[in-house]
C-alpha cells in the first residue's frame, strides 16, 4: 500500500503574503493547528499557531525593551507613586498597541518553517509511517515534483488498521 492509498487530497494551505491575522482566522475557522505554505503550485513551507505565538513573543520582547529604554530616560525618580503606576498603565497600553500594530505588518513568509517533512505519493505507507514515528511528527506532506498533492496524518493509518486494510 502506498501513501497515496492513505492520503487526503484536500488540503487546506495558504499563501506566503497572508498576514498572521489571516492565518489565525483560517486555523480557528478549519479547526487546525498549522496548514502548509503554498505560492504558485509549489510548496514552500509550513506554519502553525506555535510559529504565531513564537512571532507574537518576539514582538512583545521589542516593544517591552523600547520601552524599557524609554523609562530609562524620561521616568521622574520622584514622581508619586500614582502617578507612576499610570504612567506604567499607560505604557502597557501602548505596548498592547504597538505589539497589535506590528503583528498586523507581520506575514506567514516572516513565520513559517521553511524546512518541511514531505514524501512522494508512491512511497510505501510502511516507509511513510516509520519517516513520521522516527521524526515524532503526527502529518506529513505529500508532494509530486514539489507540488502540494496531499496530507497523510498519523489518524489515517490507524484508521487502515482499524478498518483491517493494513496489517
Known sequence: MQV???MNPEVVHIGPDATLSELERLLLAERLGGVPVVTRGQLVGVVSRSDILRALGTERAIAEAQADVYR??????FAPSEHAAREDEEQSEAIEQQIAARMA??????????????VAAETPLREAAATMAARRIHRLLVTDAGRLVGILSALDV????????LV
Open 4 to 6: 497515496r492509498d492513505a
Open 72 to 77: 530609562e530616560f524620561y521616568d521622574d525618580p
Open 105 to 118: 505588518l507581520l506575514h506567514v513568509r516572516d513565520a513559517m518553517t521553511p524546512e518541511v517533512v514531505a
Open 158 to 165: 490507524v484508521r487502515l488498521v482499524g478498518d483491517g486494510r
